[in-house]
Each structure stands twice: as C-alpha cells, then as structure tokens.
C-alpha cells in the first residue's frame, strides 16, 4: 500500500523484496525489482556512489545509508554495495539492520571474508563477543595467509582482555610479515595491535621494541611512529615521545593528532607552555576545516 503512493522510496521496496523472498515469492521479489530498476533516476552509477563518498566523508551516515539502498536496490548482486550499505547502517547507529544485511550476504557467500571480518566489528561493537568470535574463526578458517585472518581474532580478544591471546594471534604474523602485509597496511595495524597488547600486559619494553621494529620497516607510515610516539610517553620515555611527535609534524606540519598530542604532553608536564598552546590550538584549526 506504501508502495502505491511512493514507487520509488528505495527503502520500501527493499523491505518488500526481503519480504517476498522469505515467504518463497521469489518472482514477485524480482518482478519488483526490475520494476524499480526501470523507474529509477537516470543518474549515472558513477555520479551516485560519487555523492554518496560525499556524504560519508561528511559523516551523514544515515543519509549515506538511505543512498545506498537505492544503489543496492538497482544491483543486488554487488556485494561490494551490500558490504557499504551494511557500514553506513552500523555508522548511522543501526547496528540490527546492519547485522542484517551481514548476515545475508554470509548467507549468499559464505566464503566472502569480507563479510565475515566486518561482521566480526559490527558483533564486537555491539558487545556481543561470542558471535564476534565466531565470525572470527570463520575469517582464519577462510584464508589464514589473509592478514584479516590474526587481525580478527585478535581484536574481539582484545574486546575480552585476553591479551595473551592478542600476542598467540598476531606476534608470528608480525615477526615474520610478508611484503603484501606491509603494502596493505595490515602490517602497521597488527603491530600497533600487539604492542598495545604487550602494553597491556605489563611489559612496556616488548610494546616499545615491536613499534620501533615495525617503524624501520615502514618508516613512512604515520600510524607506526604515532602508536611509537605515544608509546613512548605512555612508558615515561618523555624525551623520546617529544622528539618522535617532533618528527612526525616536520614531515607532516598538518597531523592534528601529533600536533595535540604533543601539546597536551608538554602542558601535562608543565613544559615550553606557550609552545603547547599553540600546537593545541592548530590542531583544533585542522580538525575544523576538515570536517566543515
């Protein structure tokens, strides 16, 4: 009845056509969706995921979420569509929908990793870490050599404050990473992951010694040498924090992170005040034109 007032509110339709398959109408879930097909927008694909990257970008993740039921309406075989819809749901706060959608694809590719690791978060950020740690067995089991395959145990282990277990996950992958770890920057955050683990734990010279090994492997890598940084401060190693923060802003004058952290690490300390300020200060400016 909704549907005859408004054709085309792509939401409505998807619901219907989830409806009509789980009461085994499939004809009538694909007549309606070549229906809708035919009555959308004849905006380009292109100039519509286009709009949609904008949206994320500005944190509209509702409105972003809306958007992509319609894409997904027009071409429900794209995983990769159903994958973002399913972010933007969880990112809009709709953690059940976005469940949802998961689980359907799981269901449709069962071996799609993809789907599996980002249940996985989605599990773990609702707190609900025995299915987080299913999904996570079933990421290691699909490709262990993936690197999501010790990253994804190893998080929702990380949710249980089984640290020893974080180390038994990730410490082999990262003593022994391979050039495809490093270049998709799995690397850096299985390093980061398991000297926070270490941390955890007691030991600050093991989470000290796992950054400083990843740093001269990925020099270049901001997400490295700021975990270095800030692990360094967390560890009293005030001097070496300060010049590792340093380092990071000469090579990038306009990374907020570094730029506050290291401005409230030196107020904290009652150090070169006026300094601190403005490095607060011009981390605030940065964040500001970023997200306006």
């Known amino acids: 009845q909704f549907l005859l007032d408004r054709p085309n509110y792509a939401q409505a339709v998807m619901l219907l056509v989830q409806a009509y398959r789980a009461n085994?109408?499939?004809?009538?879930?694909?007549?309606?969706?070549?229906?809708?097909?035919?009555?959308?927008?004849?905006?380009?694909?292109?100039?519509?995921?286009?709009?949609?990257?904008?949206?994320?970008?500005?944190?509209?993740?509702?409105?972003?979420?809306?958007a992509w039921t319609e894409v997904v309406a027009t071409d429900p075989g794209n995983v990769l569509y159903r994958l973002r819809y399913a972010t933007a749901l969880v990112n809009a706060g709709d953690a059940i929908d976005g469940r949802g959608v998961l689980t359907e694809v799981t269901r449709d590719r069962p071996d799609d990793i993809a789907a599996w690791y980002l249940l996985t978060q989605v599990e773990e950020r609702a707190g609900r870490l025995d299915a987080a740690e299913t999904a996570a067995e079933r990421v290691a089991a699909i490709a262990s050599a993936d690197p999501r395959g010790p990253l994804a145990p190893a998080s929702?282990?990380?949710a249980r404050r089984d640290f020893r277990g974080v180390v038994a996950a990730l410490e082999p992958r990262v003593t022994k990473a391979s050039d495809a770890d490093v270049a998709s920057g799995a690397f850096a955050d299985?390093?980061?992951?398991?000297?926070?683990?270490?941390?955890?734990?007691?030991?600050?010279?093991?989470?000290?010694?796992?950054?400083?090994?990843?740093?001269?492997?990925?020099?270049?890598?901001?997400?490295?040498?700021?975990?270095?940084?800030?692990?360094?401060?967390?560890?009293?190693?005030?001097?070496?924090?300060?010049?590792?923060?340093r380092d990071i802003i000469a090579a990038d004058p306009s990374h907020a992170p570094a730029l506050n952290y290291l401005g409230y690490m030196l107020a904290e300390r009652g150090r070169k005040l006026d300094e601190a300020v403005t490095l607060i200060q011009k981390a605030r400016a940065i964040v500001v034109d970023n997200t306006a």
């Open 24 to 66: 085994n109408q499939p004809d009538e879930a694909t007549a309606l969706l070549e229906e809708f097909r035919r009555s959308a927008s004849d905006q380009s694909p292109a100039a519509k995921l286009r709009a949609i990257e904008q949206l994320e970008r500005r944190g509209a993740w509702r409105d972003a979420a809306d």
């Open 156 to 158: 929702v282990r990380t």
């Open 190 to 245: 299985m390093a980061t992951t398991l000297s926070h683990a270490w941390e955890a734990l007691g030991d600050g010279k093991r989470a000290t010694q796992v950054l400083e090994d990843a740093r001269r492997r990925v020099p270049d890598d901001r997400q490295v040498a700021f975990s270095l940084a800030a692990t360094y401060d967390r560890t009293r190693q005030y001097d070496r924090a300060e010049r590792a923060f």
